[in-house]
C-alpha cells in the first residue's frame, strides 16, 4: 500500500515537472501544485522532487520554510493565521490569541485533533489600520475582539 503510494506520488511529482520544467525555477510552482492538491508537501515528496530536479533537498525543505503558505506536515482543513506584527500586537492581538487558544484547546502552531483547523501566527497582513486581523484560509478579519475572534472560529466547518 505505501508503495503504491509512493510510486502514484513520484508520478505526479514527475508529471509536474515535465509540465513545469527541470529548471531550478520550477521549484516554487512545483511546490505550490503539491500544496494545493494535498494540502502539505511530504519528506518523501521534497526527496522525490530533489531528486527529479538534481538539487539538493535541504533546497526544497528551505523554500517550503521560507514560505508561510508551503507546510511539510499535515495541516488542518482550515487555516487561521493572526497577525503578530507589531501593529496588531499593540492593537491586542495577546488577547485574542489567548481566547482562541482555549476556545480550541491548542496553542499556536498546533492543529486540532479532528483536523479542523491549524493555528499559526502570520507577519503583516497589509491591514495595520484594522487590527488586530487575521486571515482564516483566504478570508481577512479585522478590529477582532477576543469574542469576536471565537465566534468567527465557531462557525468554520
Ligand atoms: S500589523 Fe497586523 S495587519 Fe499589519
Do not use: W
Not at 33 to 58: M, N, T
Not at 112 to 124: F, G, H, M, P, V
Amino acid at each position: 500500500m505505501l508503495l503504491l503510494e509512493k510510486n502514484s506520488l513520484t508520478e505526479e511529482i514527475e508529471e509536474l515537472v515535465n509540465l513545469m520544467g527541470h529548471e531550478r525555477s520550477s521549484l516554487l510552482p512545483i511546490l505550490q501544485a503539491l500544496q494545493r492538491k494535498h494540502k502539505y508537501i511530504s519528506d518523501f515528496a521534497q526527496q522525490e522532487i530533489a531528486r527529479l530536479l538534481d538539487i539538493h533537498p535541504v533546497e526544497v525543505y528551505s523554500v517550503i520554510s521560507f514560505y508561510a503558505f508551503l507546510h511539510s506536515e499535515p495541516h488542518g482543513r482550515n487555516i487561521v493565521r493572526l497577525c503578530q506584527t507589531i501593529t496588531c500586537d499593540m492593537a491586542g492581538k495577546d488577547a485574542v490569541a489567548k481566547a482562541i487558544e482555549r476556545e480550541l484547546g491548542i496553542t499556536f502552531g498546533q492543529t486540532t485533533k479532528d483536523k479542523r483547523i491549524t493555528l499559526e501566527y502570520a507577519n503583516c497582513l497589509g491591514m495595520c489600520d484594522q487590527g488586530p486581523a487575521m486571515i482564516v484560509n483566504d478570508r481577512v478579519y479585522t478590529h477582532l475582539t477576543p469574542e469576536k475572534a471565537v465566534n468567527i472560529l465557531n462557525e468554520i466547518k
